[in-house]
C-alpha cells in the first residue's frame, strides 16, 4: 500500500513543478494574461492526465477479465474456484484480479490492502519460482509472464507449503545431537582431598549435570572418570544456545569444599550426518574447547565452529611427558630431512623470533641447512634482530618472505612459530609445500587453525612460545644453546609474561632458570625493550587520547599521519594503558593499507580473545588483535564498542 502512494507521488510530481512556474510568473512576470492563460492549459493538462491514467489502469482490469471472460462458462467456473491461490498482475505487480481460493485463504480486507505483489518480495516477477511467507503461512510461487495485445502480464500461482515447512522444520528439530562434557580441572579438584570426600564432590558435580541435561530430555551417561556423553535432540540445543549453556556457571559455582573449583569443557557434535559422524563433531569440538583453555562450550557444524563462555584463565595441565613424547617426534622427522624452515607470524615480536631462533638450534643440532624467514621491514623484534646478526652465528640463516620458495624442496619441513592460523604466518603460501609441517603455538585455537600438520605442539596454558621451545631444547640439544639464544629466548618469555606477571606457571620459572642456567642475562634480555626517544612519546600522546567505555575498557585511535614502528607504538600503549584505575582492558587502533588494526590487551578479568574473535581476529585471553578490512577508523570503533557490549552481554557482566 505505501508503495503504491509513493509511485502516485513520485508519479504527479510534474504537478509541483507546473504550481511552482505559475506562482513564479505570478509574482515576477508583468504579463498576467500569459500566466492565467498558462494556467488554464495546465489544468487542462492535468486533467487529461488524471483521465488518461484511469483509463490506463481500468483497461489493465478489463484486460484481465476478459482473459477470464474469453473462456467458456466451465471453465471460468473452474478457473474462479480452482483449489490453488491464483492472482494476475500488470508488469509492474499491480493486482489485476484474484480467484475466490486467495478470498478464502487470507480474506477481502488483507488482499485489498496488498494492492502490488511486489510488497511480498521484491524479485517475484522477475523468478519463475519463488518462495514467500505471507500472513503466517508458507507458499512456493509459480510466475507465469505471457502478452496479450501487448500488455505484459503474470499469472502467480501460489501453491500452500506450510505443512511442508512443518514437517521440515519438525524433522530438523528432531535431529540427533551429541555432546562430550568433560571436567576439564579434574585432577587440581581432586589432588588435596580425602577418598571420603571425592564421593560427595563427584555426587555434587553428577547432580549438577544430570539436572542440567534432564531439561533437553535426552541420555546422559559418565562414560568415565571425568567425562560424560549426553544425546539428546537439536530442539534442545536452541535452548542451551539461549541459556548460553549455564551449566558452565553453574559446576563453577559449586560449594564443595575444594580448593579448585571444577570446571567443564563442552563438545557438541551437530551435522547432517548420523550419530558416528557427530560423535566424532563432539569429539573435535571437546578438544577445541581445551585448547582455547577449558571452561567454554564449542559447538562444530557441518560450517564451522560457535563458541561459548572462556571466562576463567586456562588451568595448567602441561606435563614433562607431553613435551618429551613431542621433542622425540620432532627428532624423528627433523633426521629424515636435509632442509628446515622456519617462520613465526606477521610483524613479528620477539617471542616469534626467538621461538624460531631456538628451534633453528634443533636444526642445527642435527646438522641440517636451516633458514629463518621474517620480514625485516615490518618485524617488532628489531633489537633482537640486530644484535643476533652481529655475533656473526646467523649469517645466512634469515631469509625474507620473497626468498621462501627457492629454500623449498621435496625434503624439506617446515616449522611455524607462535602461531596456528595460515593467514598469520608469514610466507604461508611458499611453506604450506613442504612434505611436513610442525606447529609450535600458545594461543588459544581458532577455528581456522591450521589442520595439515605432521606435529602440532599447542598448549594454551604455556606463557609463550619461547618457553615451549625451550622444553624442546632441554631433551634435544641441552648443552648447545648459545647464551645469545638463550637471551633471545628469555626475552620472548618476558616480552609474553609482561615480566612474569601473567600466564605463568612453574614450568615458566623452569624453562627460564635453565635459561639463566645457559648463560642468559636478565639485564641484556631487558635492554632489548628499550625504545627510542621518538617511540616513546608517540606512545605518550597515543595513551592521552584513550576514552574509558562502558567504565572498564580504554579504547585509544591513532589518527595522523602512521609512523614506521606504529604496531610497536601500539601494543606497548595497549600495555600500559592497563595500568590506569578500573580499566580492564585496553585496545589500540590506527589504519594502514591491510586496514584497521586492533591491539587488544587485558590482566585476564576480561577475555580480549573472545572480543577479536566477534570482528575476526584471535590471540589469547590476554593479549589478542584483528585487521578490519574497508572501514574506517570511526566505524571500526563502533564495531569495537559493539564486540564489547556482546561479550558483555554474552559474559553477563
Known amino acids: 500500500m505505501r508503495n503504491k502512494t509513493y509511485e502516485n507521488v513520485i508519479l504527479r510530481f510534474h504537478y509541483l513543478l507546473i504550481l511552482a512556474a505559475v506562482v513564479f510568473g505570478y509574482f515576477k512576470s508583468d504579463n498576467k494574461h500569459f500566466v492565467t492563460v498558462f494556467l488554464v492549459v495546465s489544468v487542462v493538462y492535468a486533467v487529461f492526465f488524471e483521465i488518461y491514467s484511469f483509463l490506463k489502469r481500468r483497461n489493465s482490469r478489463k484486460l484481465a477479465r476478459n482473459i477470464v471472460n474469453m473462456l467458456d462458462m466451465t471453465s471460468q467456473k473452474r478457473i474462479d474456484a480452482f483449489p490453488i491461490s491464483i492472482i494476475v498482475t500488470d508488469s509492474e505487480g499491480e493486482i489485476l484480479w484474484y480467484n475466490e481460493r486467495l478470498i478464502d485463504a487470507f480474506g477481502e480486507e488483507e488482499i485489498i490492502n ?11 516477477l522477475s523468478n519463475s519460482v519463488t518462495k514467500i511467507s505471507w ?81 533437553s530430555n535426552g541420555i546422559i551417561r559418565r562414560i568415565e572418570r571425568d567425562r560424560y556423553l549426553l544425546i539428546f535432540e537439536k530442539k534442545h540445543l536452541l535452548s542451551m544456545i539461549d ?10 559455582g559449586l560449594n564443595i ?17 548420523g550419530f558416528s559422524v557427530n560423535e566424532d563433531f563432539a569429539e573435535t569440538a571437546v578438544d577445541m574447547a581445551l585448547s582455547r583453555g577449558g571452561d567454554q562450550a564449542v559447538i562444530k557444524t557441518d560450517t564451522g565452529y560457535e563458541f561459548f563462555g572462556g571466562k576463567t584463565v586456562g588451568i595448567e595441565k602441561r606435563s614433562k611427558i607431553k613435551a618429551r613424547v613431542v621433542a622425540s617426534a620432532v627428532s624423528e622427522l627433523f633426521k ?121 605442539f599447542h598448549d594454551p596454558s604455556s606463557s609463550s612460545a619461547s618457553e615451549m621451545v625451550t622444553e624442546l631444547i632441554q631433551y634435544i640439544a641441552e648443552e648447545e644453546l648459545l647464551a645469545c ?25 623452569d624453562a627460564s632458570s635453565y635459561l639463566k642456567k645457559m648463560g642468559a642475562s636478565p639485564v641484556n634480555a631487558k635492554l632489548l625493550f628499550r625504545t627510542d626517544r621518538e617511540t616513546y612519546r608517540n606512545k605518550i600522546s597515543l595513551m592521552q587520547e584513550a576514552v574509558i567505555y562502558r567504565d572498564i575498557a580504554a579504547i585509544a585511535v591513532w589518527k595522523t599521519a602512521v609512523p614506521g614502528n606504529i604496531k610497536l607504538i601500539t601494543a606497548q600503549a595497549a600495555d600500559d594503558l592497563l595500568n590506569v584505575d ?63 557490549d556482546r561479550y558483555i552481554k554474552d559474559m553477563g557482566i
Open 582 to 644: 578500573n580499566v580492564k582492558a585496553a585496545f589500540t587502533l590506527f589504519e594502514d593499507k591491510s586496514g584497521v588494526n586492533i591491539s587488544a590487551r587485558s590482566l585476564g578479568a576480561l577475555n580480549v580473545q573472545i572480543i577479536m574473535e566477534y570482528l575476526g581476529g584471535g590471540g589469547h585471553q590476554t593479549m589478542a588483535a584483528t585487521v578490519l578490512k574497508n572501514v574506517s577508523l570511526e566505524k571500526a570503533v563502533d564495531e569495537l564498542k559493539k564486540a564489547i
Open 485 to 509: 639464544e638463550a637471551e633471545a629466548l628469555l626475552a620472548g618469555i618476558i616480552l609474553d609474561t609482561k615480566g612474569f606477571t601473567l600466564r605463568t606457571a612453574s614450568t615458566t620459572f
Open 135 to 215: 500472513n503466517g503461512k508458507f507458499f512456493t510461487v509459480f510466475n507465469d509472464n505471457f502478452i496479450i495485445n501487448s500488455k505484459e502480464m503474470n499469472i502467480l500461482y501460489f501453491f500452500d507449503t506450510t505443512d511442508f515447512y512443518e514437517l521440515q522444520k519438525k524433522y530438523e528439530f528432531s535431529r540427533p545431537a551429541v555432546a562430550h562434557l568433560l571436567i576439564d580441572n579434574y585432577d587440581e579438584v581432586f589432588a588435596h582431598i580425602k577418598d571420603i570426600e571425592k564421593a560427595q564432590v563427584t555426587a555434587s558435580i553428577d547432580e549438577a549435570v544430570s539436572k542440567w541435561a534432564a531439561s
Open 336 to 456: 629424515e630431512r636435509d632442509t628446515v624452515v622456519i617462520t613465526g607470524h606477521k610483524y613479528s615480536d620477539m617471542d616469534s623470533l626467538a621461538s624460531s631462533v631456538g628451534m633453528a638450534r634443533i636444526a642445527r643440532h642435527f646438522k641440517k641447512n636451516v633458514y629463518i624467514v621474517i620480514d625485516e621491514k615490518t618485524t617488532m623484534a628489531k633489537p633482537l634482530l640486530v644484535r643476533l646478526k652481529k655475533t656473526g652465528y646467523f649469517d645466512g640463516i634469515f631469509i625474507s618472505p620473497d626468498d621462501v620458495e627457492v629454500k623449498m624442496s621435496d625434503n624439506t619441513v617446515a616449522v611455524i612459530c607462535d602461531t596456528h592460523r595460515p593467514e598469520c604466518t608469514e610466507g604461508y603460501d611458499a611453506i604450506r609445500s613442504a612434505k611436513d609441517l610442525i606447529v609450535v603455538d600458545h594461543h588459544r585455537k581458532s577455528s581456522d587453525f591450521i589442520d595439515t600438520t605432521s606435529i602440532m
Open 243 to 252: 541459556r548460553r549453556f549455564d551449566i558452565l556457571d553453574i559446576v563453577r
Open 114 to 124: 496488498l494492492r502490488n505483489i511486489k510488497e511480498l518480495n521484491h524479485e517475484i
Open 257 to 273: 569444599g575444594t580448593k579448585v573449583s571444577p570446571t567443564l569443557s563442552i563438545g557438541v557434535g551437530m551435522s547432517s550426518g
